[in-house]
């Protein structure tokens, strides 16, 4: 009976250190800023989110280039159409902020009167076993969670972020309306959640390194793809797509099938198709910025970026003496 109950745990944020350093403090204004913004009536907000991702645009070269490269080998556009789409794709990820601190902060009633639909619910309801619900990084992520929250329990993962102030009350807010999460670093933990039955939400649609990936095309081109999601081949876990798009101003929640009984080889080529199929249908609000195709290539496709490698590297060797 114990047993059972730690499988939905909520995870603790560490208020000491998120408070630990001038940086977070600084965080934290930001954080009051943002906190305050959420109380404006939405349209306000994705007309700021427009000014914040145009800004974000043009002090962002690195990010500016890994998107245009992405979207340019995935979608086949170039000159003038790309750089429109970059452009919308910015102002996305601005008005993903708002979106952020609209799932953070807003009551219920608040979520409620947001122009929302849902399709093929039945997909997750009443199901008797486990479920894997497959998502995609959207730049409304964060609202596409506390979205989903309101039809279904849910539990997931999450990746720890760097700066410990957004790292506090980003778990703090989700353990509001998600029932239990755990760190990418707690695979096995997420095995046996899902296997007792519980509803987990993982995002595979990133490359996370060699070491838990199969290359597998993506868009027509050969990607490092996680194989987690295939861990449940033939264990009676029901997998599912939820894909939450946004279309003019609405946000349309699909729910998708994706067919376990299959090799892995297979259903990672099936997956990847089902998150080719949903960011397609929303281009501008997939998050481009991310490296999707780092690893397993013959040449590097990005530019190098000095100043973050050196970041990752004295944060590595941190690590290493902590």
Known sequence: MNHLKSLTEKAEPNLIKALSSFKSLLTWLGIGFLRLTSYLPYSILMNLGDVIGSLIY???????EISKINIKLCLDIKDNELDKLVKENFRAIGRGIFEMAIAWWSSDKKIKKLDTRLLNKELIEDVPTGVLILIKHSTHLELDLRLLSQHFDLTGMYKSQTNEAINYVMIRARNNYIQGSLTNREAMRAVRW???GKNFLYAADQDYGLKVSKMVPFFGRTAATVTFPALFLDKEIKIVFADVSKVDDSYEIEIKNIEPSMKEEDFLFEMNKTYE??????PSGYLWMHRRFKSGQAEPLYPKWTSREKRRKKRRMNRQKG
């Open 58 to 64: 043009k002090v962002s070269p690195h990010r500016r």
């Open 194 to 196: 899902i296997r007792s």
């Open 277 to 282: 199929e949903f960011i397609k249908k929303d």
